[in-house]
Structure formats: C-alpha cells, structure tokens
C-alpha cells in the first residue's frame, strides 16, 4: 500500500504560525520524518508565511519526483488573473493550485463572486483546487462546486479552524456532509488528531471520519497530517488510520492512505 501524505508544508523562513512548529521545515528533515514514518509520497502545500515557498517547493519537486508534489499558490490581490494559472503550471511538480479562503477579506470574495475568474480558469482546465475555507464559507463553496463541475476542490482539515476541539470541531458535520452531494468536491482528513480531546488513537475523533468516509466514500476521503501542526508522532498518525479504524481495510484503506487523492490530483 502506498501511503500519500495529502498535506504538508515545506518552507525555510522564520515566520510561522502559532499553531506550526517554530523551526523551518526543510526538504531533508520532511524526507527523514516520512522514511520513520512509512510515508512514500507528500502533497506539499507552499507555507503562506514564507514567501520563497513557492520556489522551494519546485526545488522539493525537482530532487524528488517521486516523494514531493505540489498544490502551489499566488496572492489573490488585484493584480491576480488567468495568466498566473498557467504560469504556475508550467512550474515543475505543480499538478495544481491550493488558496486559503478562511480570512475574511478572501472570505468575502469567495461568497462575492470576485474569485469567479480564477474558478472558471480552474474549471476549463479540469485542475485540482486545495480550498482551506470554514464552516461560515461552506454555502459558498457549495456553489462554487455546483457551478464549476470540472474542477476538482480537495476541502482542508474537514473545514475545522486549527485551535477548535471536539465537539466544537464538529458542529458543522451536517453542513460538510452535505457537500458530498457534489461530486467534486473531495475531503482531506487532515490535522485530525489536532481536535482530539484525547491520546492516541485519538477515538474522540472516529466517529467523525466514520460519518465522513459514509458520506464521500473512499474515492474523496484522502488521509493526511499537516504534520508541522500535530503534538503526536507521524507514525501515530499514519497507524491511527491504518491500525485503529476496524471499518477501514482492504481497497477502502488503499483508497483513503493514498491512492484516491493521487488520482484527484493526477499524480502517477
């Protein structure tokens, strides 16, 4: 079985977020912290705080093809339009695009309309699209989803904040299954022992991945850490999937650990 990491993030800056570990996460540490792991590949999300992420990223996906890919990401400011799109397509490693639309300035364009372009842009050219958004931005993605088919939308961390607990975390379950209705929208549990309210396995949270693997089914639940964030080890949370969850196993637990957000992605 191979094991694909659906989210971490590569950067060498010094400004990381509270809720990330505090020293640069480097491509030689990544590699050494997913052989101890067991983890073959990673989806590498470019740091936001680190602005020569983007470029460490193609360097990541330039010495190791076949561990390192990369969602990547460009300021949606006034200045953003379609040409960037395939700018950074062209770049090596890139098989798609990942924004963070939680803040409210980029909230606000969400449900506005303003990001149509860059959806339509996505949609025409069938790409993958990592969308970290919260429980307030669901109705718009729900529409987004409806009127952008062909784009792939891969949801962060089950669109639960970093600093939420269970069963806090929870409280829009509802509205996130209902997504699944839209057959392209896909469900990254990521981070999940991070709203945990105990240790390992975690069993607070399995009731909540049960709920989600019913609704979207292995093909659009994709295993992931966002390592740099959790307080357990990476292994625990490699074997709290493939060891804890009786519900999991087989084809379903190939899916979910790896095989589905390959395909997603387009990644072989």
Not at 27 to 44: C, F, K, Q, S, Y
Not at 109 to 122: F, K, V
Not at 176 to 186: E, K, V
Not at 190 to 196: G, N, R
Request: negative net charge; charged residues 25%.
């Amino acid at each position: 079985m191979q094991i694909i990491d659906a989210q971490v993030h590569l950067w060498t800056g010094d400004n990381a977020p509270p809720h990330h570990w505090r020293a640069p996460y480097t491509i030689d540490t990544a590699l050494r912290d997913m052989d101890e792991a067991g983890v073959d590949r990673a989806i590498n999300c470019p740091a936001v705080w680190d602005a020569d992420s983007n470029d460490y990223s193609v360097e990541a996906a330039k010495q190791h093809p076949e561990r390192f890919a990369t969602l990547g990401w460009f300021p949606l400011d006034d200045t953003a339009d379609e040409s960037l799109v395939d700018t950074w397509l062209d770049k090596p490693g890139m098989l798609g695009l990942r924004f963070i639309l939680a803040e409210p300035e980029t909230a606000d364009r969400l449900a506005s309309g303003r990001l149509d372009w860059l959806w339509e842009a996505a949609n025409r050219r069938s790409l993958p699209v990592g969308i970290m958004v919260l429980p307030p931005q669901l109705p718009a993605l729900s529409d987004i989803a409806a009127r952008y088919p062909q784009m792939r939308l891969l949801v962060d961390h089950l669109a639960v904040a970093p600093w939420e607990k269970l069963p806090d975390a929870a409280a829009h379950l509802d509205a996130l299954l209902a997504l699944a209705r839209h057959p392209n929208i896909g469900m990254k549990a990521t981070a999940v022992p991070s709203m945990a309210t105990d240790a390992y396995p975690f069993e607070s949270t399995h009731g909540v991945l049960r709920q989600v693997f019913d609704a979207y089914g292995a093909e659009r639940m994709f295993w992931g850490t966002d390592v740099t964030r959790l307080h357990c080890s990476w292994r625990e949370a490699v074997t709290m999937f493939t060891e804890e969850l009786p519900w999991l196993r087989g084809r379903d637990l190939e899916l979910v650990m790896g095989r589905a957000v390959a395909d997603w992605i387009g990644w072989r």
